[in-house]
């Protein structure tokens, strides 16, 4: 392998590495604001992310059951915080990268419903990320857990 080829594996692995990162701490980041509610971070506060912001504002007149709904907003910040730790870390890769691809689907149908087209957009855009790093797999190898992930997604 001469020269310039050990670079450009350098750089993809690189490219590769910082969108993957930067998705994972878009997940983290997202899912503390669920937790700060009135200068207070608590579990509690999930409790006024479904109740006070998506039933009594931004859902209030969808089609959507309002059961569902509240199981929804309730998961919602635990799935975005171990989707983004798994992300970072770099275990089961593939897995994790479909699984955020698909929580990012339901919160498109979720900012459709609210009318708010420039979430959708920005969802869209994260989609395409994932998207992007499951047709690299290959140069991803700045994996933190990298024996873990290789072997979880071996199946894959």
Same mark, same amino acid.
């Given at each position: 392998?001469?020269?310039k080829e050990v670079k450009n594996d350098w750089t993809k692995s690189a490219a590769t590495a910082i969108l993957r990162w930067a998705l994972g701490f878009l997940f983290i980041f997202t899912s503390f604001g669920k937790f700060y509610y009135q200068?207070?971070?608590s579990f509690e506060n999930a409790k006024w992310f479904v109740t006070g912001y998506l039933l009594e504002d931004k859902l209030r007149e969808s089609f959507l059951p309002k059961? %569902?709904?509240?199981?929804?907003?309730y998961a919602l910040p635990y799935c975005e915080l171990l !989707?983004?730790?798994l992300l &970072? %870390?770099?275990i089961a890769r593939n897995k994790v990268l479909f699984a955020a691809g698909l929580l !990012?689907?339901?919160?498109? &149908?979720?900012?459709i419903q609210m009318k708010d087209y420039s979430v959708v957009y920005?969802?869209?855009f994260y989609i395409f990320i994932c998207a992007v790093l499951l047709f690299c797999p290959n140069y991803d190898k700045w994996l933190i857990v990298k024996k873990c992930s290789a072997n979880s997604d071996k199946t894959t």
């Open positions: 392998m001469d020269n200068g207070k971070w059961w %569902l709904i509240a199981g929804y907003g !989707l983004g730790v &970072i %870390l770099g !990012l689907i339901t919160l498109l &149908i979720g900012a920005e969802n869209f």
